[in-house]
């Protein structure tokens, strides 16, 4: 955890994602007609009062030459794009929202398969915000050094996190106990995936050259700026779609404690290309790395009708069940990461449309533009069954419909929070934003619940927790699901903005 007062919050590059405070400028001793310093130049597009990062950087490349002849600083006041921080807590409100209302309401829980739900979209805004994040704050790091150094301890810190939270050492908040068997720890998990998204896109950031980045922004050079982002993403979409479709998967076995024997079953598969839950290059990748008892134990795709009769609510299994319903499956295994690397490059470039384009109607015409396309090929994809839109797999027209979904929401919530200046109703999703690490560890993955279930009285099944969710929310609504959705919307969502806008006001951060 950090904590980081107002002056050190200036010299902070991941406090300065987008000019949190007040950010200084060094204006050289030269007269150059293209450098406008002005307030009014600033606000000549749009109304926006985000100076442009092309002038900054044409700040830096001068100051660079003429290190000798420097005016005394000039401090500038330079707003923080409230949409970055509001659209990670939304992102951080629907993990909430559909981890512990998703069995009540299996519509928003993740699609068993083929298709996609609310659920499915959490892990896509993620990476997509974290993109964008990072297109900002690296702008501000002049060193790649620097940039290095602070890229490597966070990628190792979301890693640390990751195993430790998803790997199988917490059993919070069902069972009060700690501690895994490290023959069945999970390796992956949802803060794996983003380390290994963050440390290449941000690696590509900070290692470019800034001089390659400077050219004259319009709707097709913001993209050749950037090539090499593209082609890093282009490379991943290779490896993936390549790997996919060409590997030969062959038959494979896996063992379940049933009945108080130990059981083996054995899938036959035999095939390449196969996009269906038990001969898919992506599960065979992960289970050759990581060993099939390092994987996801309990995957969504137990809830197909192929299964279970509940479906699409978890069941007993159908009689004639295939043996694949009973075997782990990883989620966020190694190859649908490899894919995972193009959302974060599509929310790069929305950061870099951010940076480069001053004006409001610039900057949304990019965005919605590239969000609605990328919804169409989405659509296209998944409806002529080419390539369905699949989470578990994380196929290229789930990579689509999502980013091109991330797009538009954050497009609305640009024009409701930073155009139209309606910031108090989202104050809670950027303090929730701006805190998001902590939420993440304390409620997403049930430390905070679990710390509440160890009192309980007379019963360890008598806790407050579920206490005030059976005699509150389900008395009072008559329906335990409705009971269960608001208790999760007022006990959680509520109580963690309370605390992160306390925290906020204190200058303590702790970010995903």
Known sequence: MKVATESSAMEDPKRLEEGLGHSTALVPNIDDKNIHLSEKA??????????????????????????????????????????????RGLTIVLMILVDDAGEAYPRIDHSPWNGCTLAD?????????????????????????????KIIPRTLK?????????????????????GVDMKLIRWCGILQRIALVYMVVALLEAL????????????????????????AGFISFVIYMVTTFALYVPDWSF????????????????????????????????????????LYRYPVWSRLKACTLSSPVSGPLRKDAP???????????????????????????????????????????QWVSMGVILLIVAIILHFTDAIPINKQLYSFSYVCFTAGAAGIVFSGFYILIDVWGLRPPFLFLEWIGMNAMLVYVMAAQGIFEGFINGW??????????????????????HSERAGTLLYVIFAQITFWAVVSGVLHKLGIYWKL
């Open 42 to 87: 600033g606000k000549a597009d749009g109304g926006d009062d985000i100076h442009s990062e092309k002038e900054e950087t044409a700040h830096d490349h001068l100051v660079a030459e003429h290190g000798g002849d420097r005016q005394p600083e000039v401090k500038q006041k330079s707003r923080r794009v409230a949409t970055l921080d509001a659209f």
């Open 121 to 149: 979209f959490v892990m896509p805004f993620f990476l997509f915000i974290v993109g964008v994040a990072i297109a900002l704050a690296f702008k501000r790091i002049p060193k790649r050094r620097d940039a290095v150094t």
């Open 158 to 178: 979301l890693l640390f996190w990751g195993v430790l939270l998803q790997g199988g050492y917490s059993h919070a908040p069902g069972d009060l106990a700690y």
């Open 208 to 231: 470019i050259p800034k001089n390659s980045q400077s050219t004259e922004p319009d709707h097709f050079t913001i993209f050749t700026a950037y090539r090499w982002q593209w082609v």
């Open 255 to 294: 063992t379940v404690d049933q009945d108080l024997e130990r059981r083996r079953y054995t899938v036959e598969c035999r095939m390449r290309g196969h996009l269906g839950p038990a001969c898919n290059a992506v599960g065979y990748v992960d289970r050759e790395i990581w060993g099939i008892n390092h």
């Open 323 to 365: 043996s694949w319903c009973l075997a782990p499956f990883e989620p966020e295994g190694l190859l649908s990461s490899i894919s995972a690397i193009l959302s974060g490059t599509i929310g790069i470039h929305y950061g870099h449309v951010l940076i480069h384009f001053k004006s409001h109607v610039e900057r949304l015409k």
């Open 456 to 477: 309980y009285y007379k019963s360890s099944d008598n806790t407050l927790v579920y206490w005030i969710q059976e005699h509150v929310f389900n008395d009072v609504w």
